[in-house]
């Protein structure tokens, strides 16, 4: 097993420092650098060479990519000209926001899709299944927009259950039980979104797991021991097709950022998503790029974390 | 038992592989809704394509402040957008473009994907171990924040440009599947025996595996422009899509972002979001239909 | 003369292919005494393994009719719970692809208690894990301890079919059942096993169902032999009377392909067994393959009768039955 | 003269690990075996899973690689780099195991066969279809079939097919692994009477490639027993059936059950000595890794092998 995390660990690293190049490729290629935001335009040329030469923009690729992945390791990721303040404050509060909005569309996927599954991998090809496939069917066709769309439109504007915007309520004290109740209240319907639609692909993954299983020959061996079917089916079947998908949620992270892009901007919540749109439109690229690092990041470590979860628990990875 | 079983199996595989085009055909056919949602697709491509062809594209996106935010009418069928264009034709013109889109995407993406997957898969060892790394990493890559910040960075951005952004991140799925079909299919015999007869790599890459897997590959691309045109439309959704003078399915949905359309102007954003449903689910459909033909053991239930 | 231990009357087994029923067992009846090895023989698509599933009431999806006596209850009617208490305890198989038979992810061990679990409830862990053990040992693995915290990928194929043995004869069943248990091995380690299976149906004196393709096989293990084709008992007789004078024309013909050393050129049996969906229904079903032989001479409606004491052959044909060699050389 | 003269063959296939996937140690699937075939002879290769036999043939006929050794095919050293690879080919054809999956499913069997036709020669339509229904009739097919595809045709056909196939090109030795495992004992018998006929028509030579002695006993001339990637024994059929000298054949020789039911426990008596001796005198035949030795002869044409002083002792 160890052989194995390590193995997979040294393709982590290139896969990082590949995306780290790729994000500062694509900065070099955007328009302006650090100083455009910063500088007033009415200052003669030769003070902003001066000044580019001060702030090291003048040195050969190689050595500003240095410069920036050492600054990216300590938590700077340079200024934002639109809002003239560090991107790393202005990050900050997002994160969080979005983190509890992964969390939660996380939750509510398990919660949903887990039953889902068993249920329709169990008593596949009845009326049971057949409804779980209806909705199955629908929500692939349903692009995670159009849904969140529709769930605003219905219980934010038209029985106004639920908030339509922002991440709290205003006026509310941090730290009293309104406030959680407030922010637990807005996470609701975009978290909600994204995981029914996401669910889908998690309840037909776990579906076909179990049927497959199923279809297995030791499950025929466990029958002829004399198991009854719901032992063969808990000891046997469930257990077996539960352990890939204990393994799953880290390779859904990459889904939840997608969702996360869409419901923030649509639920105008103000997380890492809305930032990231934000900026592309007020071509404010270091804060582009700083949400791009780290959502790429968040992506490689998550399919790094769902293989080691994955090779601890098999154990014909584990032993070897 | 078992030996009985595979024997079946075998044979039921070959006999479905080597009459698969014809058997894909009569399964589609024979799948009641698979075959309406055919027919639907190619009554919308027919209508759409033919329409815009006398529709004067210019005239539908030329912005008209008098008629602002006009309900249905008989003049405006659906109605008017916030500057007075009108919706039919923009829905008209935008399931154009989101199809030709889906369409050109799915192919290129889908000859990069085979090919890719193909050789990763023929030739295995060192070829496929370095082919794949760079697969897990473009995969691994959130898709949506690549293209919306190529889209913003290209200088002279154009339906071309998006296309070919738009297939540089999504050709892994089909790549990885055909790969490991392609992984077993070169086990077998009969490309073993392709090589003692003396019939090179390419040919037999081309003439003797990629037959073989046709099948998946038309299965795999149809449910593939089903997901290309809602991410197309994704992407036009969030203003990343088509530059802003080509209407997109996704255009008209970015309206209801402002609440007050979302609330009260249904005709703008409602029929676009039908039409996107109705497009995702009729490709589905055949695309499910075709898979359940290849797939027995689906088939058998 | 040993006690009937399983009596099949009449069974017949059928699968939903596409359109309708198919019988993939069609009027079996047999039986099998205590403490003796039955042997069936038969090539793929005969019919012998699904024969072997209907004995366990391993069928999920197929539709049987007629009666399979054991222990006085009839298994084509018994409910799923009693069925549940009969599989593992007084019944139990061998199954032929140790490589999938194992749940890869639990510990041989659990495997094997599992059987105990669900059929010697009071069984204390301690008394468990020391009869699992003993039972590893028995079945001839070394280092019984530790394998028996061992997972299926960490042992060979031989060595795991050592296992599922084990988990077979853990109750000590009256009646066992072995589905082409060497098929997936090499021949020594099918020496090995059949030695195995033959010296433990001593020590347990349970009654053996041996299911194979394998003639050698059956000719060094089984007591009685059942020739199977097409779904039917086409002959069945004690082993010596059957490789001495086989009367069906099929045992024969598939006797004479045997390459045994010797013979110039092997018997080619012309055509193929016919798959489930186009068996004929009528007559002789093997009437077709003998292309020196009219159809005038199959019966209309062959049923397996008595030609000796112990010796039944289904259809009167063999009376007319000599090899076209043969004849040739005669002419 | 012998047609097929391999000297020392030796494959190894590399076991990868580690961080940078480094070759850290070899199987050695094949580990210095020599042989020779003579023209029109049918050579057995006779192993367990696992023995390398397979693995000979697919050395030999250039589908896996050689590590070294040598292997001359009709006079040409065909491992080095020079030889003329395409008439090697065209000399050297292989049948495979499996009739269901050495077929491509969806060509049509005027394809199949006219494969090699095509790589080869340059034929015209009319002549290729005219040489394919000449190969149809050799293998007893008629000529409709020519357009029909492999799923129309049942094992033993498709395996008649292969052969076809394999012969198109007048080869001087065809690599039969496996060539009727996969089939029906009743099936068997008719691939194998047909290989032999064709074997007398057209003067091929074998090597064949088998884990089931009773056949290799019926259809070959001379056999060599492998175990882990050697020989273990090498000699004629009634060498090696007769007066086997190692113990792993006898240990193979006594695993074969016997047709007839009243010798039972004559051989499960006789396994329970072989594997006696076995036990027992384990080091006389194996080496501390669990490999054979290497060969000696006993007779002209029988070479075991054995320690160098175990003959004294025995």
Redesign the interface.
Known sequence: MW?FI??RL??TF??LI??SVLIFL?AQ???GDALTGLVDPNIDPETIEEQREKLGLNKPWYEKYIDWVGGVVQGDFGQSFRYKMPVTDLIEERIVNTFWLSVTALIFTYIIAVPLGMISGRYN?TILDSSIAGYT??G???????FA??L??IFG??FQWFP?GGSVAPGLEPGTLEYVMSRIQHLILPALSIAIIQTVSTVQYLRSEIVDTKQ???V??????????S?VYN??IL??SL?PIAAFFGYEI?ML??GT??VE??FSFPGMGQL??ES??Q?DFSV?NA??LL??AA??LG?LLSDIILSMV???IR?K | M?LDKKETQSQQNMEHNSTGLRILWTELVRDKLALVSLIMLIVIVVFVYGISFVMDQDEIVKVDLFSIHEPPSKEFILGTDYGGRDVFGQLIIGTRNSLSIGFIVTFLSGVIGVIFGLVAGYFGGHIDNILM?VL??FQ???????V???V??VPNYTIVAFSLIFTAFSWMGIARLIRSKALQEKELDYVQASKTLGTSHFKIIFREVMPNISSLIIVTMTLNL?SNI?LE??LS????GFPESTPSLGTL?SY??N?QT??NRWWI?VPA?VM??VL??AV?NVGEALRRATDARQRK? | MNRKLLEVKNLKTSFYINDGYYAAVDDVTLTVNENEILGIVGESGSGKSALAFSV?G?HTRAKMEGNIFFNGKDIVNVS??D???????EM??I?Q?PL???????EIGAQIS??FI??RPNMTKKIRKDRVIELLKMVGIPRPEYVYS??P??LSGGMRQRV?IA??IANQPKLLIADEPTTALDVTIQAQILDLIRELKETIESGVILITHDLGVVAEMADRVAVMYAGQIVEIANVYTLFKRPLHPYTRSLLHSMPTGGQDKLHVINGIVPSLKHLPRKGCRFAHRIPWMGAETHEENPILHEVEPGHYVRCTCYKNFSFQEDESKEA | MSILEVTNLKIHFPIK????NRTVNHIKAVDGVSFQIEQGKTYGLVGESGSGKSTIGRGVIGLEKITSGKVIFNGVDITSKNSNRKEIRKNLQMIFQDPYSSLNPRKRILDIIAEPLRNFEKLTKKEEIKRVEELLELVGLSKENMMKYPHQFSGGQRQRIGVARAIALKPKLIIADEPVSALDVSVQAQVLNFLQDIQKELGLTYLFISHDLGIVKHFCDEISIMYKGRYVEQGTIEEIFNNPQHIYTKRLISAIPDMNPSNRDKQFRLRKKVQQEFDQRYHDYFDSEGLAYGLKSVSETHLVALQEDVEKVW
């Open positions: 052989k390590v193995r040294v393709i290139p896969q590949l995306l694509l290629a955007m328009p090809d069917y629908i692939f066709a349903t692009p995670l927009f159009i769309l529709v605003l439109w504007f038209h339509t297995k020959d030791f025929i061996t466990a029958r002829a021991k004399g198991a009854s079917e032992r000891r046997h257990r077996n352990l990459t950022i997608t892009i869409f901007q649509i990231f749109i592309v439109l071509r582009v949400v791009v959502f790429g992506a490689i399919a098999d154990p014909r032993i | 078992e790394r897990d990493f691994v890559l959130p898709f949506i924040m690549l919306i910040v190529f913003s960075i089903a809602g439309s994704g959704f969030l203003g990343f949905l209801a972002t609440p979302l609330e954003w979001a996107i449903l995702m689910l589905r239930g | 366990m391993l799923k719970a069925l549940n208490k009969m599989r593992g305890n139990a198989m199954f692809d999938t038979a194992l749940n890869p992810l639990m599992e059987t669900l059929h061992q997972f990928h960490e599922i988990i077979a | 690990t580690g961080l940078f």
